[in-house]
């Protein structure tokens, strides 16, 4: 079956880095968009990367400059790699297909399987 297993978040100082992975199974990933979307506590879930098929990307305003993602179809996953870490990016990220097209990326109605999310806390 579909799986999408989140891992790589941790405890980070303000202005350092992590890399997030999303390991895709029981699918042909090189054939599917996939994003990033973060929920902070008490906040709403936000898009925050998504890279398409083709390895065209889009980024939440927020995390421009930022945040880079990028995907190696032959090990099945897809890398979101962020620096410059803020307080204001701890957050659960959880990695998402995007099962069909339509909507601006951003819009969740279109993504069909989540992972589990993984917790990043941008903290001193």
């Known amino acids: 079956q579909v799986q999408l297993v989140e891992s790589g978040g941790g405890l980070v100082q303000p202005g350092g880095s992590l890399r997030l992975s999303c390991a895709a199974s029981?699918?042909?990933?090189?054939?599917?968009?996939i994003a990033w979307f973060r929920q902070a506590p008490g906040k709403e879930r936000e898009g925050v990367s998504c890279?398409?098929?083709?390895?065209?990307?889009f980024y939440a305003d927020s995390v421009k400059g930022r945040f880079t993602i990028s995907r190696d179809n032959a090990k099945n996953t897809v890398y979101l790699q962020m620096n410059s870490l803020r307080p204001e990016d701890t957050a659960v990220y959880y990695c998402?297909?995007?099962?069909?097209?339509?909507?601006?990326?951003?819009?969740?109605?279109?993504?069909?399987?989540w992972g589990q999310g993984t917790q990043v806390t941008v903290s001193s």
């Open positions: 029981g699918f042909t990933l090189d054939s599917y968009s």
């Open positions: 890279i398409t098929s083709s390895r065209n990307t």
């Open positions: 998402s297909r995007r099962g069909f097209t339509g909507y601006v990326w951003w819009r969740e109605e279109q993504y069909d399987y």
